[in-house]
């Protein structure tokens, strides 16, 4: 995000707890408006008092902080609270529900890292939904205005050298790698980017993917499952030879295996393993999560972009529900597709603190001091520094202030991604009773047609990428410095987020990104060569 531009001088603002605001009634207020006027002796002492004050700052200021505090402490407002705005759970919360959708009329860098993806054609109104609180989208006209695309094309253009070296690559019978990828679907999806720019790096044939079985989920969905292996092969025949199985003189052979460490180079893998591999035949990769160095040649960069946008194609079964959901979304216009990460699992990794009760707390303490493997999050760093340092996922409250401030208005149809929170969908009652237009893929479905991708979450998560990928605005509630995002004033913080409203940006401005999410200039540029 850029810097503001404004050189103005700075103000500093001071948060007054709402539980003393609220407490000074209007009655109260009237009391000391019409309360009886002291003797004039009284007011001379007073005065005098008060003339004491002005001239020592110091004393004036440490009368003012303890009449403050005492005042807090009176009001019963705590102020190293955790709890400072606790949400209250209950089951029951009739006026809070949402419209009942007739299935018959309805056929997935900021500063603060809130990364708002606009895309440039509007998804255009069909029929009604008779849904939400407002008919027509001229409210909020500014949070759906598209950015400028500058004129950006993708652009997939290979080096000669590229293109010479591929015949040797796809003729090799030699050379096979396998990988094992972990996490949820998104990261699935980047090791198996990055499990091709290998295969290619080492002029070996890649083996389809095996996807490990997910420890949190229980989700054992193979390849096949969630992609279109076919597809995947096709797009990648001038790349890297991709095969279903290892051929029969290679299955007794016993692979090389390794696990990279983080950021390695074209260089470090050429040295580290292609001696081996041409020696024994096949190779085993575990773990490539952010293996490979976001930095690498040109025309593998471009290869990481032809992988992930268009080699990865969904299964048929996966994109066609998705496309459905997607559709019944649009029908009647734009819409917002808002990634949550309030799971249980979450919190537990993140080392991060749900914010809603005690209870609930607890729950995801108890599971880390049981599970100390899942913690992904710097282990030495408090809950208040993580949160601080923007490594911890909003919560359905902080969602909302910032949706608000961003000026989302109160009749935006907003589709949220995610699995199901910690504490149950009455964690999102702050967001749904400010936006009650909100949908999730269960409330949009007909009835069984969810049936088939049932406890399978890299399922699922495909889903919510196809229906986030065809929204008009995507806002990730998890990534980046968000948690400082929520303390600031509306006009602050559109104009912190005012580059990074989906408009083109290069990557080379910085080092290390991934050029996946900063596709420019490897990948996109603005002549019409492809």
Request: proline share 6%; charged share 25%.
């Amino acid at each position: 995000m850029a810097k503001s531009k404004n050189h103005a001088k700075k103000l500093s603002y001071i948060s007054v707890p709402s539980q003393i605001i609220n407490s000074i009634s209007s009655s109260s207020l009237q009391s000391l408006i019409d309360s009886p006027k002291k003797s004039s002796k009284n007011n001379n002492r007073f005065f005098s008092f008060f003339c004491t004050l002005y001239r020592r700052p110091r004393l004036m200021f440490l009368t003012l902080f303890l009449i403050s505090l005492i005042s807090m402490f009176k009001f019963g407002f705590t102020p190293f609270s955790t709890y400072p705005c606790p949400i209250t759970i209950t089951t029951t919360t009739p006026s809070l529900q949402k419209p009942h959708i007739s299935l018959q009329s309805l056929h997935p860098n900021s500063k603060f890292g809130v990364v708002l993806q606009r895309h440039e054609e509007h998804a255009q109104a069909r029929e009604a939904i008779g849904v939400g609180d407002g008919d027509g989208d001229d409210e909020g006209g500014e949070f759906w205005k598209q950015p400028d695309g500058l004129g950006y094309k993708a652009c997939l253009s290979f080096t000669r050298d590229y293109r010479r070296a591929s015949e040797g690559v796809m003729k090799n019978r030699r050379k096979y790698l396998m990988v094992v990828v972990s996490g949820g679907m998104n990261q699935q999806r980047n090791q198996i980017v990055d499990a091709v720019v290998i295969a290619r790096i080492l002029g070996a044939a890649l083996v389809v993917p095996i996807l490990q079985v997910n420890v949190i989920w229980g989700d054992e969905s193979e390849f096949g499952d969630i992609f279109d292996f076919e597809h995947f092969k096709n797009v990648l025949s001038d790349d890297v030879r991709v095969v279903s199985a290892l051929p029969s003189t290679h299955l007794m052979t016993r692979p090389v295996e390794g696990s990279p460490p983080p950021h390695v180079t074209p260089s470090w893998i050429r040295g580290r393993y292609h001696r081996k591999l041409t020696r024994e035949g096949v190779l085993l990769l575990r773990g490539l999560d952010s293996r490979l160095a976001k930095d690498l040649p040109p025309d593998l960069q471009k290869l990481r972009c032809k992988v992930a946008f268009h080699a990865l194609r969904f299964a048929k079964p996966v994109q066609e529900i998705g496309d459905k959901i997607a559709e019944r979304m649009a029908s009647r216009g734009p819409y917002l597709a808002l990634h949550l990460r309030m799971e249980k699992d979450v919190w537990v990794r993140t080392g991060c603190l749900p914010g809603l009760t005690r209870e609930f707390d607890e729950i995801v303490n108890n599971e880390r001091i049981q599970r100390p493997e899942l913690l992904t999050a710097k282990s030495n760093m408090t809950y208040h520094e993580r949160k601080m340092a923007g490594l911890c996922p909003l919560n359905a409250m902080e969602v909302t202030r910032l949706l608000k401030g961003l000026g989302a208005p109160r009749n935006a149809r907003i589709y949220w991604a995610g699995g199901e929170p910690l504490g149950g969908k009455e964690a999102l009652l702050p967001l749904i009773k400010e936006f009650p237009n909100f949908y999730n893929k269960e409330d949009l479905a007909k009835p069984g047609e969810l049936e088939p991708f049932a406890n399978k979450a890299s399922l699922m998560a495909a889903i919510d990428y196809i229906v986030s990928e065809k929204s008009d605005v995507f806002m990730p509630s998890h990534g980046g410095n968000m948690g400082h995002a929520i303390q600031e004033f509306n006009r602050i913080m559109k104009e912190l987020h005012q580059d990074s409203l989906g408009q083109p940006e290069l990557r080379t401005l910085k080092a290390g990104r991934d050029v996946t999410k900063y596709p420019i200039p490897e990948c996109m540029c603005k002549n019409d060569s492809h």
